[in-house]
């Protein structure tokens, strides 16, 4: 094979991949028409139907609410609004614990902390990147609250186990269902589990609507109070004229009516593209399980994984070559991956010198300390790499050059390794 593109040589793939997200005519079209109406957002922060906003809107919600087989669903402009929303309305306090993992995007924690709440985290399960039951029965305290369990990378996490712990210790469960739309758990669908779930359609997930995010639950107060969150916190009374009398602190969390239009073609379409992705990812994984020092971790029984991204282990003694550098060698050949996913949310400043005020007053015993979460640390800094290329318009030709990639990587370690020492 030629040169590593990392030591000046041709790079493996010239062209780039397939653009994501795909928006076809449908898209287009559906946003002229809001465009012509003149209609951008038709919230109002006052009683009647419009503070439920626009026919986009809830147009959007119901049709995710029967994707899902939930009384109700609740747009909001970004999944981090939707999960402070879920937070509040699951009646957490300030001071109070939510146990979330630490392996997961900021907001899935921060999103306490704007409830003047604390994160405390629970490590991973070394079989599938997501929350452990037993380190959350670990981090339990008389001032916990919720349990986030995050369903990464398009596979869910261990609900059942999950579910047991908060009802033994009468807690809200908020299912993270970020990365995984239409994912299953034991043949149910993720997000319908817990008492609410979160969906985010920012333009890199499975389907977008360029920014915005989904509450769903069957449970009509967690409803209503995400609603009064999203929208000033003005209370719906019939018949009284307009007043801006907040009934709870709330936020303008409102989605508009063009990100509406484009969700509700997006989602449409959902089935479609996890099923590309689910083959692109199979397709790719049994390759990769063919070499050796590279391994998919297998679903378990009855789950279906939407594949947001696709995790690979990495074992740095089969391979021969350090994991940074592997990553950055495929990098350099035109092929997009990362080592680990997102560093453990506790290294982060916001959990030491730049703490938010509540700290000053938080009684409870939340560790932030490294090495409080070993398995997350240990996927992150050494064993893990992704890729998130696995994605519709991509097709097998694609997967192909990714292969092709790695193995004039892992071909060429020798010298990879000689010209990086010296």
Not at 111 to 124: E, K, R, S, T, Y
Not at 241 to 257: A, D, F, K, Q, V
Request: contains cysteine; glycine residues 6%.
């Amino acid at each position: 094979m030629e040169k590593l593109a990392l030591l000046n040589g041709i790079a493996l793939r010239q062209k780039p991949f397939p653009k994501h997200p795909m928006i076809g005519i449908e898209e287009k079209k559906a946003v002229l028409e809001v465009l012509e109406s003149g209609k951008l957002s038709t919230f109002i922060a006052a009683p009647g139907k419009h503070f439920l906003g626009g026919e986009k809107i809830r147009e959007f919600e119901r049709i995710v609410a029967e994707y899902h087989n939930v009384e109700y669903a609740v747009a909001f402009n970004s999944a981090t609004a939707a999960l402070h929303a879920a937070v509040v309305a699951c009646g957490v306090q300030p001071g109070e614990e939510v146990i979330t993992t630490p392996y997961t995007f900021t907001s899935t924690a921060t999103c306490a902390l704007m409830a003047n709440a604390i994160p405390v985290f629970a490590d991973i399960c070394d079989d599938d990147y997501n929350i452990d039951p037993e380190d959350i029965l670990k981090k339990i305290s008389p001032l916990s609250k919720v349990i986030i369990p995050v369903h990464l990378f398009g596979n869910s996490a261990k609900m059942n186990q999950i579910i047991k712990i908060a009802k033994e210790n009468n807690l809200k469960v908020i299912e993270d269902c970020a990365q995984s739309p239409g994912a299953l758990y034991q043949g149910r669908k993720v997000g319908t589990i817990g008492d609410c779930g979160i969906l985010s359609f920012t333009e890199n997930k499975n389907i977008t609507s360029g920014e915005g995010g989904m509450l769903i639950t069957d449970n009509e107060e967690i409803a209503h109070i995400s609603r009064l969150v999203r929208n000033h916190g003005e209370a719906i009374i019939a018949g009284q004229p307009r007043s801006y009398n907040s009934s709870i602190l709330g936020w303008n969390y409102r989605m508009t009516e063009v990100d509406a239009a484009i969700g509700i073609e997006q989602f449409k379409k959902l089935d479609y593209f996890n099923t590309e992705r689910i083959k692109l990812s199979e397709y790719l994984t049994n390759k990769i399980n063919e070499i050796p020092g590279l391994k998919i971790l297998p679903l378990a029984e009855r789950n279906k994984s939407v594949y947001y991204v696709l995790p690979i282990e990495y074992d740095e003694e089969l391979i021969g070559i350090k994991r940074d550098l592997f990553v950055k060698a495929l990098v350099a050949e035109g092929i997009s991956f990362g080592a680990g996913y997102a560093k453990p949310l506790y290294y982060s400043p916001i959990y030491h010198e730049n703490k938010p005020f509540i700290y000053n007053y938080y009684t409870g015993n939340a560790n932030y300390a490294p090495g409080s979460c070993p398995i997350a640390e240990e996927k992150h800094f050494k064993k893990l790499i992704i890729t998130i290329l696995c994605r519709p318009p991509a097709d097998f030709e694609d997967m192909n050059d990714i292969i092709k990639a790695i193995k004039k990587v892992i071909e060429h370690k020798e010298e990879l390794n000689r010209n990086v020492n010296n």
